[in-house]
């Protein structure tokens, strides 16, 4: 099943050390950074619960149902360690280690130990995954434990691979998508010819084969107990509309399945590794040794492919957001064989991974030319400073005031253990900046003395598809598109006075005085 052709297997420990030596290394100057986005919006909040009371129930903020394995992890931190943003990020570190050593052990099962180091490369310097390395998110976690439990699986350790596929589906519920994906797959097997079958299935079907549904059971517990503590299964009706019922129409599921393509082998210059191994395939395989290099077994880059298309058809029928994180899990699996495929077939390979990781490091340095979210490179950072400064600026020149502003930022002004804020702010709360939502919020001035706008979403100078408004207009009805106003132009809407700007790399951020103002400072 695995190729030969490359040294003896590493230690792990010695692996799993060098690893985390060296992102920590690379993160160092972002882990003591202030929460971001959905950390800031439910996964700290929920975690701080848990070591606050002991609840798997988050009382703070709406329960969302996700499993609460990582989140104990999280707690766990900074019951030992301290409550501080430097402890959840060290955490999600760790994870992280985690996850690379399990891609570093499955690529050099399935293929040998140079494809397996440059796949370990690779993978931490894509933008995606380096910033999801340390934010308090659970994907990263349920990809860890999905590469485990397949190399287990591989393996025919039948017990660890539903120990480990449990743990991801604990880890965030679509992990599920792993086992049940693989059993089905052992069930389609049959009906291959034949001849062809040896050459697709790894396994038989056979009474083994349930082990696969073993993580069901605990997943169903822990669905079982959200239902007995807030009579709902799967999360809030908001959460249940915002991701599964709304996301039902063809159209959506036609368009969200490419951009979920997209992702997997083009999204932040992806697709210089995916393009340099589809080339790769027309030249023919190296000889070493008058033999020919070996390739991944086929019947595990069936798996592979399975495993691919069942994330692509699953994440996109659910899900309101179209996050590239969603796909953590898979994203891999395209690394180790795009990789052993250049391994295979090209002789300077090692010199175009290397500049595969040059086009890394420049999409997590450099935005795109379309819209992306902040997460997903290091304009997280940008984000972060911009609203850490501007709300200092709040505290500091109104420490009374009623701001006006949209989520996140209502929880980095209400919530001082995000790290923005030392005492809460009073908040009045809009959907976006949008100009509808900025004129309905002025026909109520006088519920708010200040406005804290702020982009809420990327949109590039030059667009890729600024001038095709249709793809706009598809984008706004089912993906929740809208165009922020900039602060200038808010401040007019509110008939207020801009006090403060600031921007970087494309975001901005601003506040607005209303003429009332000077009496919220002394009173």
């Known amino acids: 099943m695995s190729s030969d052709g490359g040294p003896r297997k590493l230690p792990a420990f010695l692996v799993f050390s060098l690893i985390i030596f060296c992102i920590a290394l690379l993160h160092a100057p972002l882990l003591g950074l202030p929460y971001i986005w959905d950390e800031a919006g439910y996964y700290v909040p929920a ?3 848990l070591l606050l009371s002991g609840s798997l129930i988050p009382h703070s903020t709406v329960s969302n149902a996700h499993p609460p394995l990582v989140l104990a992890w999280v707690a766990l931190g900074w019951k030992l360690f301290g409550f501080t943003p430097l402890v959840a990020h060290l955490a999600m570190l760790l994870i992280a280690s985690f996850t690379l050593l399990g891609i570093f052990r499955l690529a050099e099962r399935v293929a040998n130990v140079q494809v397996a180091l440059a796949s370990t490369i690779c993978a931490s310097l894509y933008s995606v995954f380096f910033t999801q390395s340390a934010l308090v998110h659970l994907d990263m976690a349920a990809a860890g434990f999905t590469l485990w439990g397949l190399r287990d699986y591989i393996e025919q350790r039948r017990i660890a691979t539903s120990v480990w ?3 991801a589906a604990l880890a965030k519920e679509t992990a599920i998508l792993a086992p049940l994906a693989l059993l089905a797959w052992e069930l389609i097997c049959p009906l291959i010819p034949e001849r062809r079958s040896s050459q697709c299935c790894l396994f038989r079907p056979s009474t083994t084969s349930a082990w696969l549904l073993v993580p069901l059971l605990p997943l169903g517990i822990w669905f079982g107990h959200h239902y007995l503590h807030t009579g709902y299964v799967f999360g809030n009706p908001e959460f249940f509309r915002y991701n599964v019922s709304a996301t039902l129409h063809p159209l959506r599921i036609f368009l969200a399945a490419g951009m979920r393509v997209w992702q997997l082998f083009g999204y932040m210059n992806l697709y210089f590794l995916t393009v340099a191994a589809l080339l790769a395939m027309f030249r023919t395989p190296r000889n070493v040794e008058h033999k020919e290099r070996p390739r991944i077994a086929v019947p595990v880059q069936w798996i592979f492919v399975v495993l691919i298309i069942a994330y692509i058809l699953a994440m996109s029928v659910v899900g309101g957001a179209e996050l590239a994180r969603y796909m953590l899990p898979v994203f891999p699996f395209v690394i180790i064989l795009c990789l052993s495929t250049l391994w295979r077939r090209v002789r300077y390979w090692i010199a175009v991974t290397i500049l595969v990781d040059l086009a890394f490091i420049a999409a997590l340095l450099v935005n795109p030319p379309y819209g992306f979210p902040f997460e997903d490179n290091l304009a997280y950072r940008d984000y972060v400073l911009l609203h850490r ?8 020149r109104y420490p009374r005031a009623r701001v006006l502003t949209a989520w996140p930022a209502s929880d980095e002004l209400t919530r001082p253990y995000l790290g923005y804020v030392s005492r809460p702010t009073r908040v009045l709360r809009i959907e976006n900046f949008a100009f509808e939502e900025v004129s309905s919020a002025a026909a109520v001035r006088s519920d708010f003395d200040v406005a804290l706008v702020f982009s809420t979403k990327y ?3 030059h667009s890729l598809l600024a001038r095709w408004l249709a793809w ?3 984008q706004t ?8 106003l900039p602060p200038s132009a808010a401040a007019q809407v509110l008939g207020g006075s801009l006090v403060y700007t600031a921007a970087r790399h494309g975001q901005w951020i601003g506040v607005i005085e209303l ?3 000077l009496n919220a400072r002394t009173r």
Request: charged letters at 30%.
């Open 47 to 49: 975690a701080r619960d």
């Open 389 to 396: 400064n501007a709300a200092q600026f709040l505290a500091m």
């Open 477 to 484: 009805r089912y993906f929740g598109f809208h165009r922020d």
């Open 165 to 167: 596929f449990s743990l």
């Open 459 to 461: 949109i590039p100078p």
């Open 472 to 474: 706009e207009r598809v």
């Open 515 to 517: 003429e009332r103002v």
